[in-house]
C-alpha cells in the first residue's frame, strides 16, 4: 500500500513538473514571438570597375583578396591610340590658331568671318582636352577603400567600355535586411537602434534602420481577413555601425530592434 502511494506521488510531481515546464515554455515562446526584429543575410557594397574606353590592358592587379586604397592604380591601358588622337587634335588647334591670326588681322574679312575662325578655335581647343581626358582614362584608380573581391580583366585582354574588370568590396561597409509582419511594422522607423547578432561569434554589434520598403515583399492572393494581413511583410534595411574583421558578407545575422 505504502508503495502504491509513492508511485502515485511520483506520478503527480512528475505531472505538476511537466505543467509548470510547459507553461513556462509558452511563456518564452510568447516573448520571443514579441521581439521586434528578424533574420537576414549579411551584406557589404560592391563597386564593378569599369573602363571608360577601350584598350589593351597592359599592367592588372595579380589576383583577388588583396587590399587596395583609394586612389591606387588597377589597371593601364595601352594609351598609344589616345595619344596619337591628342596628337592629332593639337595639330589641329595649331591650324585654327594660324587661320584665326590671319582673319583676325585681315582687313578684308568680315564679322562674320572672324567670329567663324574663333569658333573654330574654340572648337579645336575642346578637341585637344577631350582627347587628353581620353589619354587618362587609360589609367584606372581604385574609387574608395576596400578589397578585390575578383579580378577579371588581365595583361593582354581587350577592355570595352561597360565590361567588369574588378569587383572592389568594402568589407566594413556592412548591411542586412530583415522582414517585419505587417502588424508590427509601424512599430519600426528610420534611424532605430538595434543589436546584430551572428553564430560566429558572441559579440553583439549595433546597427540602425536605414530603408524601409513602401510595399509588402509578399502579397497573399486573397486579403480577406486580419490573420492574412499579418502574412504581409515588408523588408527593412540595416547598417552595421560597429563593424570589424569577424563580421563577413553572407553571414546569417539575427536583428532586434530596440
Known amino acids: 500500500m505504502a508503495r502504491r502511494v509513492i508511485i502515485i506521488l511520483l506520478i503527480v510531481a512528475v505531472a505538476v513538473g511537466g505543467y509548470f515546464a510547459y507553461q513556462h515554455y509558452l511563456g518564452s515562446a510568447s516573448a520571443a514571438n514579441n521581439v521586434l526584429g528578424g533574420s537576414g543575410t549579411i551584406e557589404t557594397n560592391q563597386i564593378a570597375i569599369t573602363p571608360q ?3 589593351r590592358i597592359i599592367a592588372a592587379p595579380p589576383n583577388a583578396g588583396v587590399p587596395v586604397k583609394v586612389g591606387e592604380v588597377l589597371y593601364r591601358l595601352d594609351p598609344a591610340t589616345a595619344k596619337l588622337q591628342v596628337q592629332q587634335a593639337e ?16 582687313d578684308s574679312s568680315s564679322w562674320a568671318d572672324k567670329q567663324t575662325a574663333k569658333a573654330q578655335l574654340d572648337q579645336a581647343e575642346v578637341a585637344v582636352s577631350l582627347a587628353k ?8 584608380k581604385s574609387p574608395l ?8 580583366g588581365n595583361v ?7 565590361n567588369n574588370m574588378a569587383i572592389i568590396i568594402n568589407p566594413l561597409d ?11 511594422i509601424g512599430d519600426v522607423h ?16 549595433d546597427c540602425k534602420v536605414t530603408f524601409i520598403s513602401p510595399q509588402a515583399a509578399f502579397t497573399p492572393t486573397a486579403i ?9 511583410v515588408y523588408q527593412v534595411t540595416l547598417h552595421v555601425t560597429n563593424p570589424d574583421s569577424a563580421l563577413k558578407a553572407g553571414m546569417p545575422a539575427d536583428v532586434v530592434l530596440k
Open 174 to 184: 556592412l548591411t542586412v535586411d530583415v522582414y517585419i509582419a505587417e502588424d508590427r
Open 156 to 162: 593582354g585582354e581587350n577592355a570595352v567600355p561597360g
Open 53 to 55: 574606353t577601350s584598350g
Open 145 to 152: 577603400n576596400g578589397t578585390l573581391s575578383d579580378v577579371i
Open 190 to 205: 528610420v534611424g532605430q537602434a538595434g543589436t546584430l547578432t551572428t553564430d560566429s561569434t558572441t559579440k553583439p554589434y
Open 224 to 232: 480577406e481577413s486580419k490573420d492574412q494581413r499579418v502574412k504581409l
Open 91 to 106: 595639330a589641329g588647334q595649331r591650324a585654327a590658331e594660324a587661320n584665326y591670326s590671319h582673319v583676325k588681322d585681315d
Open 133 to 140: 581626358v581620353q589619354v587618362g582614362y587609360a589609367t584606372i
